[in-house]
């Protein structure tokens, strides 16, 4: 049983991730936990004053909040009528991060899959704020689909990495369902001038390789001063699907969704980017 956390704002971008997460996991039984999270919806309306019109406002958000949860369970089993999935829906007065992580907690969820931008739909970046807060503090796996992303069986994956951490196994056997379920390949990438590596890097790569035994891999080495550049050169040269990534310290997903960063290279990710978090749950 695949359990997967879809957040929605109720846009265009954030039912395609749906859809697109529907599609991905079409071979397995799974439960999908649509979620919306609506306090910052509430508090916006700074006219408010009164304690008793803020429940009042509370009670309409979260009723309207419901009605539209179940016109998409209701929309997208007309898109996917697949008898191995079951739609569950949740509204929760929280913020959005926090509503996802105690809700993942709650359901010991999988991997989380939403839209790369929500209802503002600010075309002159890459990812939304909610989506960035997102990757960056969810507690499982995330997938970002970008805006209009029309799926396509994931062929061929990338996987960037210095192999100087062991990655968690549980994150490691989602990656490897998933490669097994469309017989794809995963390119790794070390991105170094110097090609020679540590025992440690060495026993992490037969670490990778133990746990990713479903997929084809390709281990590659390339030099790039600039790491970013460098991911989406390859992207674009290998016809890649899908990107992985990890969140840690100074990793390269942290200099990629470092705003100036996206902006000087004009970086703007046309395909799904599944980051995992690297910890133990």
Known sequence: MRKVVVPTDF????????????????????????????ADEVYQQDRIVKRSSLDELKEVTYNNSEKKLAKIRKDIFEYSPNPRHKFKSVSAFGTLTDEINDLVNLENADI?????????????????????????????????????????????LLFPSDYMVPYKRRELKLLCELTGSFKSSIHMLYINSTKKLSLRQEDNM????????????????????DKTVAITKYIVHKEIDLLIMVNSRHSHLEQMLHQSTIEKIGLHIKIPFLVLQNLSR
């Open 112 to 156: 989380v899959v939403m839209g790369t931008r929500g209802e503002t739909n600010d075309r002159t970046i890459t990812f939304g704020s909610n989506t960035v807060q997102v990757l960056k503090y969810v507690q499982c796996p995330v997938l970002a689909i970008p805006e209009n992303y029309k799926y396509h069986q994931p062929r061929e």
């Open 206 to 225: 037969s670490f990778l390789k133990e746990c990713l035994y479903k997929a084809d891999l390709f281990f590659e080495t390339i030099e790039g001063k």
């Open 11 to 38: 846009s265009e971008n954030a039912f395609n991730a749906l859809k697109y997460a529907c599609q991905l996991f079409k071979y397995t039984r799974s439960d999908f936990y649509i979620l919306h999270a609506y």
